[in-house]
Each structure stands twice: as structure tokens, then as C-alpha cells.
């Protein structure tokens, strides 16, 4: 009885010893923002990127609902610095991002940046997803493990104002005033 008890934690143990050694560590992370918006406003996305320090190239494709956002601009991040950026819109709803630096991302952080343009109603979200992407290695150009992290557009209400909220405040209590003093004026 004892020897299968040994035989069958060595056995676990090696598979599990060889299953770890097969799975690869992500050396880099690509996250992408979540974002409020109101209906018909603007809003941006930030994807930043983590343990980037030996990455010379990225390309990436972006999928979200155009029935709530559509895609308005880009513009690279602090990270992407010296960096070549395209950007393809290849349907309503589907981008396609490349990104090559000669030498390598220096700094860790933003990325990049998508505008979108808010289609959607209050309540709609869509998310902002990587249906696929790509690492490479800035002098080998062997794709590097790498672990994507999706966001998210939220349409959310654009809400009363202070200064509005303020005005009506004003409007109602001048109102009951002016209601309280006619009332007591009849009473007189």
C-alpha cells in the first residue's frame, strides 16, 4: 500500500514538474484601458504595455461593438517613443495596430492611445478586446510570451450639472417662498 502512495506522488509530481516546465511565463503585458463615456461625447482608450524592454515590434487587432463606439483616432504613447505606429481600420469595429522601434521600447506605460466616437445608448458597454497580438524580440525578432488584459467603453448619462443643479435649486426655493407668502398673506 505504501509503495503505490509513493508511486502515485512521484508520478503527480512529475507531471506536474513537466507541465510547469512547458508552460511559458508572459514577459509582457498588454492592458487595455476601460473607459465611461456619454452617449455622443468622445473618449479615449489607453493600452500600455509592461516588460517591455526588449521589445523592437508589436502587432495587434482590436475588436469591439461600432453600434456603441466607433473608432475616431490614434495616437502613440510615451512608451511607444521613436516608435513607427499604423493603424488600419479594416471594418467598422476591427483595428489592426503594428509598431516597430529600431532599438528597442525604452519605457514601460502607455502604449497607445484609440479614440472612439460614443454610437451607443445609456446603459450600452462593448468591450475592447485583443482577438489577437504579437511580441517581438528588438534583435532576434523571436516572438516573445506575451498576456493581454481587455477593457471595456461603459455609455453612462451625461448627469445635471453643478452650476444647472444650482439654478433649479434656486428656482424651487424662490417658488415655496413665494408660495408660503401668498398663502399667508390670504390668511391675514
Given at each position: 500500500m505504501c509503495k503505490r502512495i509513493t508511486l502515485v506522488i512521484l508520478?503527480?509530481?512529475?507531471?506536474t514538474v513537466g507541465i510547469s516546465a512547458w508552460a511559458v511565463k508572459a514577459e509582457v503585458l498588454l492592458t487595455v484601458g476601460t473607459t465611461?463615456?456619454?452617449?455622443?461625447?468622445?473618449?479615449q482608450v489607453d493600452i500600455t504595455v509592461g516588460g517591455a524592454a526588449k521589445v523592437g515590434a508589436f502587432d495587434l487587432a482590436l475588436r469591439f461593438d461600432p453600434a456603441v463606439a466607433r473608432f475616431a483616432a490614434f495616437e502613440p504613447g510615451p512608451a511607444a517613443n521613436g516608435a513607427l505606429v499604423m493603424v488600419n481600420e479594416?471594418?467598422?469595429?476591427?483595428?489592426?495596430?503594428?509598431l516597430a522601434v529600431s532599438e528597442g521600447l525604452k519605457n514601460e506605460g502607455v502604449l497607445m492611445r484609440v479614440a472612439f466616437e460614443i454610437a451607443g445608448e445609456v446603459g450600452d458597454q462593448t468591450a475592447v478586446r485583443v482577438s489577437a497580438a504579437n511580441a517581438y524580440h528588438h534583435e532576434t525578432f523571436i516572438d516573445l510570451?506575451?498576456?493581454t488584459v481587455d477593457g471595456e467603453i461603459n455609455v453612462v448619462g451625461g448627469g445635471i450639472s453643478w452650476p444647472t443643479m444650482g439654478i433649479g435649486v434656486v428656482?424651487?426655493?424662490l417658488l415655496v417662498l413665494f408660495v408660503v407668502l401668498r398663502w399667508r398673506s390670504k390668511r391675514q
Open positions: 508520478l503527480i509530481a512529475s507531471v465611461r463615456a456619454s452617449a455622443g461625447e468622445s473618449t479594416i471594418a467598422p469595429g476591427r483595428l489592426l495596430i503594428a510570451p506575451l498576456a428656482v424651487v426655493i
